[in-house]
């Protein structure tokens, strides 16, 4: 990275980061908050980080102007943290939740020019009784207001909540960046939650925002062991940044210190652990490994399409990690294309055709490549610098003849273009779990020669669209599996008006009725496809207005997911988040499917049915129409929920389900418990009751309100 480029502002790349012209991985460590308050002198701290290979520092609270000083000297990077009562039911005492309002505002426009300021998380770990008590729609549009107003108050700055896995689902829409606590001791375990999380993040940055051991229920060795591979998987599995917790030992919680845990590099006497010396200089970015020697073909068709093959052709032009050549297919272009291809990317082989379409223009292509990878993609698509380099990752071991990533489209230019980006109909990847893909879209599709060949390629009989899910479909049904890589992406520019995408979706249902013909047997008696897997809209996965929440059994589970099959669409972008970009976004919602339905069987019927006719009764269960009566009970003595569950459970109780909105049960009562509070507010436990109030608040079941 060029100094030049270092001063300039932290922006989002993709799924990645960077500054400047170059590509940022972010390499952070918690700092603070420490007994009796920051240090006098922050210098040695930060030069000591800096020395051992970090970037940037998490701090918990709102950094001061002389914080950001020391940090700029010492070249760091700082994310502050938003301080406020987010322990609380914030939303039931809403001044909580204004005067996080107004601390944000004030703090951001005393800081938020400084350059070493990258960023602000606007809340850390809401507690999942609490968000279940609250409401978790409720609590992710709050998240999601309080990123608005910092972004209004400075929008320079990357904006996030630091969310964990019991609250999954509390991913806000408007983040610049995923942001995920984990701690997981096994290096397995750790590789495949971070796979499942880059589906969770959908088209944006994934960065684990704390990680970290307890070196004195560990040790100093298995602290150092696990914190290095962590590193090293972190940047394996295309994470855009990973936060060591912590810096020190020494400690500050809820009004006090903590002295039963060590998560430190330093301990309490400043002396280094062996962790610091384990992650001191390990390769700060997020780059591929060295590639592996597989030889890939680059195949871009395109036909009319000289106003746009070549913005394609120079980010081809621009990508590492490897040998490869380049193929263009001019399918009977009638503007000029082949000829601007020849002119200005003589390193390019043309290949001509008469017009004969996309399926016909892609096998020309694959006959003409030398390469044993052949690697799709379209005159309208701008690959990443890095795409071939994390395909070969996924398509080395050869456990998948075909690989791809997600294709995301760029910051939209026009609120026309940001209707297109956020609405439904757009290409997306079909996965089976976290890995493995059902469906890759033929602009970002890698597939080794031989499978192609075995198969017999793509079907001429698909013009335009359709041609990728035959092909896609024939593989799998030859035995062939086809792997994901989340950071192998490229920029799919999406139609420039309505009409355009419109006309497009009507192009897509015709092609849906060539597949109906050839894969009857994968579509329902409405037209639509029996997906075995998840369709990724590319907004990220959180809460709607009607998901099911898996919380396990009374809340309890550790990680808390929203049950669907078809994940969220991106939404609307802010700048274009106007009445007249929803009114168009509203509408084309409503034609899309029903355009496609008439091009694929001459029929507006689309299949409605009620957003849970797929959902268990249970999951349908609601006490909407009971009574509730709420109080809270003093735990400053340290009665912790879990114990007055099992209290209630011990007296005849019943557990409520995984998908329920109450803990238990018993003769048509229902009991909510969550816990609030921290050093500032004190600590209650909140009981929520529905039905006859006596039943909790008899002696001996809970304390009474």
Wanted: charged letters at 25%; hydrophobic letters at 40%.
């Amino acid at each position: 990275m060029t100094d030049g480029d270092w001063k300039q502002r932290w922006r989002t790349d993709g799924k990645f980061f960077r500054s400047g012209a170059s590509r940022v991985s972010i390499v952070s460590v918690t700092y603070g908050p420490f007994p009796g308050g920051w240090p006098e002198a922050l210098e040695p701290d930060f030069r000591r980080i800096a020395a051992a290979g970090f970037n940037a520092i998490r701090v918990f609270e709102m950094p001061g102007h002389e914080m950001l000083e020391v940090a700029l000297r010492c070249g760091l990077r700082v994310f502050g943290g938003l301080q406020w009562s987010q322990h609380a039911d914030f939303l039931q005492r809403p001044g909580l939740y204004t005067a996080a309002r107004v601390e944000l505002v004030r703090a951001l426009k005393e800081t938020a020019g400084h350059p070493a300021l990258a960023g602000v998380y606007v809340g850390n770990e809401v507690p999942s009784d609490l968000v279940r008590w609250m409401g978790p729609l409720r609590v992710r549009q709050a998240i999601e207001g309080l990123i608005a107003l910092g972004r209004e108050t400075a929008p320079n700055l990357l904006f996030a909540y630091a969310n964990y896995p019991s609250t999954e689902y509390l991913e806000p829409e408007n983040a610049d960046f995923s942001a995920f606590n984990v701690y997981l001791e096994n290096p397995e375990a750790y590789r495949k939650y971070l796979k499942r999380l880059h589906h969770i993040a959908g088209d944006r940055p994934l960065v684990i925002s704390e990680f970290g051991l307890d070196s004195r229920g560990n040790g100093l060795e298995r602290q150092a062991e696990v914190l290095q591979w962590a590193h090293a998987i972190s940047r394996e599995e295309e994470t855009a940044g990973l936060t060591i917790y912590a810096w020190s030992d020494r400690w500050w919680n809820s009004g006090s210190e903590v002295l039963d845990w060590d998560f430190g590099l330093i301990d309490r006497q400043d002396i280094d652990k062996p962790a610091l010396a384990a992650l001191r200089n390990l390769p700060p970015d997020s780059r591929p490994s060295t590639p592996n020697p597989l030889s890939f073909s680059v195949i871009v068709c395109t036909r009319n399409g000289r106003t746009r093959v070549g913005k394609c052709l120079q980010a081809v032009r621009r990508m590492e990690g490897g040998a490869f050549e380049t193929i263009v297919v001019d399918d009977g272009s009638e503007d000029g294309t082949g000829g601007f291809v020849a002119e200005n990317f003589p390193e390019v082989r043309l290949v001509r055709l008469d017009p004969s379409g996309l399926s016909a223009a892609r096998n020309a292509g694959a006959a003409a490549a030398n390469g044993e990878i052949l690697a799709f993609t379209d005159d309208d698509c701008e690959p990443d610098r890095e795409w071939l380099a994390r395909l070969r990752r996924v398509l080395a071991d050869g456990r998948f003849v075909a690989a791809g990533g997600p294709n995301l489209p760029p910051r939209p230019r026009t609120w026309r273009e940001a209707v297109a980006c956020a609405a439904p109909g757009g290409p997306s990847h079909v996965m089976l779990d976290d890995e493995e893909a059902e469906h890759l879209p033929g602009c970002n599709l890698a597939v080794t020669k031989a499978a192609f060949e075995a198969i017999g390629g793509f079907d001429p009989v698909f013009h335009t669209a359709g041609d990728d899910v035959d092909f896609c479909w024939r593989l799998r049904g030859a035995g062939d599996r086809l792997g994901f890589a989340p950071g192998a992406f490229v920029w799919h520019w999406r139609r420039p008006s309505i009409r355009a995408f419109l006309y497009q979706q009507i192009g897509y249902g015709r092609a849906e009725r060539l597949l109906i013909r050839k894969h009857p047997g994968k579509f329902s008696q409405r037209g639509g496809a029996k997906w075995q897997g998840f369709v990724y809209g590319g907004g990220p996965v959180r809460v709607m207005a009607n998901s099911i929440i898996d919380h396990g059994p009374m809340g309890t589970a550790g990680y808390q997911a929203v049950i669907d099959r078809m994940l969220p669409l991106r939404g609307l972008d802010s700048r274009f988040n106007v009445w007249r970009a929803r009114l168009v976004l509203g509408a084309v919602e409503f034609l899309v499917p029903r355009l496609r339905a008439w091009a694929r069987n001459r029929s507006l019927c689309v299949g409605w049915k009620p957003p849970d006719a797929d959902r268990q009764p249970h999951a349908r269960r609601r006490h909407s129409d009971m009574a509730a009566h709420d109080f809270a009970i003093d735990a400053s003595a340290g009665i912790p929920r879990e114990d007055l569950l099992r209290r209630l459970l011990a007296d005849g109780w019943k557990p409520g389900g995984p998908t329920d909105y109450w803990d238990v049960e018993q003769d048509g009562t229902r009991v909510l418990l969550a816990t609030e509070g921290d050093a500032e507010n004190g600590k209650r436990i909140l009981v929520r009751v529905w039905g006859d109030g006596s039943a909790v608040t008899e002696p001996g079941r809970l304390i009474p309100p």
